[in-house]
């Protein structure tokens, strides 16, 4: 009876599929329902579109992309898994020949479409606004045969079907014995879709962030002109610009990967033509290596909320701000610092430049921004290097507004920080700040 029993127990065994089969079968499922569901979404949309000419945007393409060359690659696929099940064997099947001839295919056509895929959102949403093309489109969507999904689902299919590939065959992967002869080509091919999804996602995080920087520039006027698929934004604050006769303007700062931009409010926003003025207007704009921030407070009251920026090209080269509170400016300079090494990183490296040459042209720009007589009055710790000294103050900062330099004769000096009632602070003490310290006691 055990006997009995232990026979029926391995045939019962033997009649399940193995772990690496029931993997294969799935790959093969869902291949073929992907390929289906490709074919469906040009039958029931991109050809009757073209039919009715419903759909006239040029290149006919924008909005499918190269969709016909994804389903005869997964036609290809297909083809080639059918043909190693009709002779499947655990021991000896190689699933990896259905792609491995194919990864220059699977990279060319996925990347093409992934990049194209990023502006077909923002086309399909324009193309709705449209009565006709709107009713079209959800007149197919009821059809039975797509089962309730919209035409938005049908085109991100092969950006998902990019993921299930990589999840699929790391499976089979995994049920592979190491002897096997296909364990070393599923690895590559595994592989080389893993890096497929990295650009997936890379793009779409790229894209992502151009759309929020496209959004924040358009608010601003001027702000377009400095638009590029290639900047996005770490951080955005808003803050009050200091003028030298101690009024405050609201400004709107964002920090770029490579760049900082300052915009003013704009006093009015009238419509004109139709079309709503911008919010803000473009005020200052450069690159991070000619940028520099430091830390200030209140010489009369001790506020820590306020701040310079040092910008080379903006006439008056540096402006001062006021945060929303201590906390909120401390955590926009140490944003300034990282983005500022992160793109000194990027260039050394990129202009095959060491750091240290690269720092030693940094401090010469900034001590040419810094500008104003030979004595030393303060003394500031940048936020973004090691101390430097900070000659006249006023002639240094030259806060002018709207471009227009201080006076720097001494007095001048001397009677703009009464009325800006700052100094900048020293948080790690410089060598000559003695010096300075006791200079200014002088002054006074």
């Not at 579109?49 to 499918?64: C, G, Q, Y």
């Not at 926003?269 to 919010?279: D, E, H, Q």
């Not at 040419?368 to 090691?386: D, E, F």
């Not at 920080?417 to 006791?438: H, K, M, V, Y």
Request: with cysteine; charged share 25%; proline share 2%.
């Amino acid at each position: 009876a055990t006997a009995t029993a232990t026979a029926t127990a391995k045939a019962a065994d033997s009649a399940q599929p193995s772990k690496r089969r029931f993997r294969v079968d799935e790959l093969v499922e869902k291949e073929v329902s992907y390929s289906e569901n490709l074919d469906l979404m040009l039958e029931v949309f991109k050809r009757p579109m073209e039919k009715e000419n419903i759909h006239v945007d040029r290149p006919r393409d924008a909005l499918f992309n190269n969709m016909e060359a994804l389903l005869a690659l997964s036609h290809d696929v297909i083809r080639d898994l059918q043909r190693l099940m009709a002779s499947y064997s655990d021991d000896t099947t190689c699933i990896s020949h259905a792609f491995a001839n194919k990864l220059d295919r699977f990279k060319s056509e996925y990347n093409r479409y992934v990049v194209q895929q990023q502006h077909t959102k923002s086309l399909l949403d324009k193309k709705m606004k449209n009565s006709t093309f709107s009713a079209f489109v959800k007149g197919k969507e009821k059809d039975p045969r797509c089962r309730r999904l919209t035409l938005a689902a049908f085109l991100m299919m092969p950006v998902q079907q990019i993921g299930r590939y990589s999840l699929m065959l790391k499976g089979i992967t995994h049920a592979t014995e190491r002897t096997h002869p296909d364990f070393e080509s599923l690895q590559e091919v595994l592989t080389a879709f893993n890096g497929i999804m990295e650009h997936v996602d890379d793009q779409t995080m790229r894209h992502s962030r151009f759309e929020e920087l496209h959004t924040l520039l358009n608010d601003i006027d001027g702000g377009m002109s400095v638009c590029s698929y290639n900047r996005y934004l770490l951080k955005k604050t808003e803050a009050r610009f200091r003028s030298s006769d101690g009024a405050t303007k609201k400004v709107l700062l964002l920090l770029l990967n490579d760049s900082l931009i300052v915009a003013m409010k704009n006093r009015r926003t009238k419509v004109i033509k139709g079309k709503s003025a911008k919010n803000y207007k473009m005020y200052s704009f450069d690159t991070l290596e000619n940028v520099d921030a430091y830390d200030m407070q209140d010489v009369h009251t001790q506020e820590q909320r306020m701040f310079m920026i040092a910008m080379p090209k903006k006439e008056g080269g540096s402006m001062v701000f006021q945060a929303s509170s201590a906390s909120v400016k401390q955590q926009w300079l140490k944003a300034v610092r990282d983005a500022y090494e992160q793109h000194v990183g990027f260039l050394s490296e990129n202009m095959h430049k060491d750091e240290e040459d690269y720092e030693m042209r940094r401090r010469t720009t900034a001590m040419a921004n810094l500008r104003g007589s030979t004595t030393s009055l303060y003394s500031t710790s940048s936020m973004l290097k090691p101390a430097i000294s900070v000659t006249s103050l006023a002639s240094a900062a030259a806060f002018g507004d709207e471009g227009e330099e201080a006076d720097s004769s001494f007095e001048d000096n001397r009677s703009f920080l009464s009325l800006q009632g700052a100094t900048i602070c020293d948080r790690t003490p410089a060598p000559n700040q003695a010096t300075a310290a006791s200079a200014a006691a002088a002054a006074a």
